[in-house]
């Protein structure tokens, strides 16, 4: 515990804990003291009761923490001192030695606000003293506990350094300049007082937390007990401004509650200038003011209000010039190539499938693999000539997963689905066909942008979408996998009646 010193005929915090008095402590200093002293007579860590008033609860909660027998670390030290300075020589045994290391540990995580801190910290002290340095390893139980009280600190720390704010006080209160009133979870109040200390300057400040306070007067720190009860004993002038500034940039089009008290914890909130406000603007957005797509201030301008909805105000990735440039998914860093639609330009009838298969993707055209022939028998049963209907998918991409040396087919994700929307929209307004037969679930779900749309429900019934008849129908690599002869021939069956109604509505 740094340095050694001369040893004196009466113990000092060992004869209180032996007297059964507990200790009390109100700091590292003076706990490290006492610590030392106890090391030093081998007083075990069971033997010893610490007791702080800055852990929680009363006291003198236990039965055996009378008010009569509880002395304060200090006080139990004091004779000793007092008596080694008579006879000229410093108080205690030969002080223990300890890593840097573990004294720095100990020194953070003794700001850590959990129950019996110093004693656990002596357990530490005692279990290193004892030859188990392991204990500072965070791979046993309690260097694992040390590590996160340490860990807790840090992030107090950072937190503190990050949400507290500080407020100008009027010209003519005198110093200090700027007050800020901050609720830590841990003793930080010291060590972050340093850290504006080297920040601000000359420029005079006060930290005020329900427990302490700290002033800089532009050259020394001073630290005092608690001057304030709350951040409404703070007035400032600008605040008002502020608060005007802030509501005006607020957008509730792009309000995203879950992820602004993820970078704020609620706890800071309170504390914030902005804090008093934020409830309300975030109320006012859920119950509608995302619709004028700015702040009721906004919407109250004169001039014609343009409702907008909160998906639409999400910025938009930039239209690829081509769809072999196309980067809206990841499908094209192991497709061949992207295959496009084929097909007359104002053809009546589109049909839309899911993807290119293995055999599209060699030669870069649509439906010429085993499902696109048993698409051209269907067609020819429903009197409908291949080369006057439009082809095309909707993802552009083949999306597959190696199984030895094949590359078998992988049902394309909805985010894929929608990336690719992009270019189904595009052939649409090109074509303009009065049919649009959907093969399959994947196409069903691109062609009606309804995720959740189920093929069972619509299959053989067609329905109307933006001005359009869709008719949907199985899948042709569904044919071919279904098992059973006469569920093929069902299926097949479905197929040419849905490519026959589709070829009736565009008449």
Same mark, same amino acid.
């Given at each position: 515990?740094? &340095? ?5 005929s009466a113990p000092a915090a060992a004869?209180?804990?032996? #007297? ?26 069971? $033997?010893?009761? +610490? ?8 006291? /003198?909660?236990?039965?055996? #923490? ?6 304060? #670390? ?10 080694? #300075?008579?006879? &000229?020589?410093? !108080? ?18 003794? *700001? *850590?606000?959990?129950?019996?801190? +110093?004693? /656990? ?33 840090? @992030?107090?720390?950072? =937190? ?15 110093? !200090?300049? /700027? ?25 005079? +400040? ?47 089009? @792009? ?9 704020? !914890? ?59 440039? *196309?980067?809206? *998914?990841?499908? +094209? ?21 899911? $993807?290119?298969? =293995? ?7 649509? /439906? ?95 329905? $109307? ?16 996998r279904v098992p059973g002869e006469a ?21």
């Amino acid at each position: 515990m740094g &340095g050694t010193a001369s040893s004196v005929s009466a113990p000092a915090a060992a004869a209180t804990v032996a #007297a059964g008095r507990p200790l009390l402590v109100h700091s590292f200093d003076e706990w490290r003291r006492a610590a030392r002293d106890l090391l030093a007579h081998q007083v075990a860590p069971h $033997q010893v009761q +610490w007791i702080s008033h800055k852990d929680g609860g009363d006291l /003198f909660a236990h039965a055996d #923490a009378d008010p009569a027998t509880v002395v304060t #670390a200090d006080a139990a030290l004091a004779p000793a001192q007092a008596q080694a #300075a008579m006879d &000229g020589h410093a !108080p205690g045994a030969a002080a223990p030695r300890i890593s840097r290391k573990l004294m720095d540990m100990l020194q953070t995580a003794a *700001c *850590c606000r959990v129950p019996n801190r +110093w004693a /656990f910290l002596y357990l530490v002290l005692w279990r290193w003293q004892q030859g188990e340095h392991a204990v500072i390893s965070a791979a046993d139980e309690d260097g694992a506990k040390l590590h996160a009280m340490v860990k807790a600190v840090k @992030r107090e720390e950072h =937190d503190m350094h990050a949400y507290i704010r500080f407020r100008e006080r009027r010209d003519d209160a005198g110093p !200090p300049r /700027f007050v800020a009133w901050f609720e830590p979870a841990h003793d930080v109040l010291p060590q972050v007082a340093k850290h504006f200390a080297s920040r601000m300057g000359r420029v005079t +400040w006060m930290i005020a937390t329900p427990d302490a306070s700290v002033m800089w007067d532009g050259c020394t720190l001073h630290s005092t007990g608690p001057l304030m009860r709350g951040p409404e004993d703070i007035v400032d002038a600008g605040e008002a401004l502020w608060l005007t500034y802030y509501r005006s940039i607020f957008n509730p089009a @792009r309000l995203n509650a879950e992820l602004m008290h993820g970078h704020i !914890p609620s706890r800071f909130w309170k504390n914030l200038p902005e804090g008093s406000v934020v409830p309300a603007m975030v109320s006012q957005a859920a119950t509608g003011a995302r619709q004028v797509g700015q702040t009721r201030s906004v919407g109250a301008r004169g001039g014609t209000a343009i409702p907008i909805a909160a998906d639409k105000a999400q910025p938009q990735r930039q239209a690829p010039s081509t769809l072999d440039a *196309c980067r809206r *998914c990841p499908l +094209w860093e192991h497709a061949t190539q992207a295959v496009a639609g084929v097909g007359p330009a104002q053809a009546r009838i589109m049909l839309v499938g899911e $993807q290119p298969g =293995d055999q599209e993707d060699l030669a870069g055209l649509p /439906f010429v693999g085993p499902a696109g022939q048993l698409l051209e028998r269907a067609l020819e049963q429903a009197a409908l000539d291949r080369r006057t209907v439009y082809l095309t998918n909707a993802v552009k991409h083949f999306k597959w997963e190696p199984r030895g040396k094949r590359r078998m087919h992988k049902t394309p994700a909805q985010r894929e689905v929608e990336a690719c929307n992009y270019w189904l929209e595009s052939e649409l307004a090109q074509v303009q066909p009065n049919v649009i037969v959907a093969l399959g679930s994947t196409a069903l779900k691109a062609i009606t942008g309804n995720p959740h749309a189920a093929l069972k429900d619509v299959l053989g019934q067609p329905f $109307q979408h933006q001005g359009r008849w869709i008719v949907t129908i199985y899948h042709p690599a569904y044919v071919l996998r279904v098992p059973g002869e006469a569920n093929k021939q069902q299926a097949m069956t479905v197929m040419v009646e849905g490519l026959r109604e589709a070829r009736r509505l565009a008449l």
